[in-house]
């Protein structure tokens, strides 16, 4: 995913990286690799239609409450 990407840039820039956070949807878990990848794709397709949209809500408001947060006093 990208945001392993950004993790992996910002460990190169040392301390000139800036800031970051990532907040992950809890709709897309990880899944084991090793499994076929029909199954993958079942599971990935499963988590999604459950529990999409209610996490996509609370990353929504988890991402709200960082920006928030980091403009507090």
């Not at 945001?3 to 990286?17: M, Y």
């Not at 990848?37 to 988590?47: C, G, N, R, T, Y």
């Amino acid at each position: 995913m990208g945001d392993a990407v950004l993790g992996l840039v910002c460990d190169e820039l040392g301390a000139d990286a800036p800031r970051w956070l990532v907040v992950r949807n809890a709709s897309d878990p990880q899944i084991n690799g090793l499994l076929p990848e029909d199954v993958q794709a079942m599971w990935a397709v499963w988590f999604y239609e459950q529990y999409g949209y209610w996490t996509s809500l609370s990353s929504a408001i988890a991402c709200w409450a960082v920006i928030a947060g980091d403009e507090a006093p």
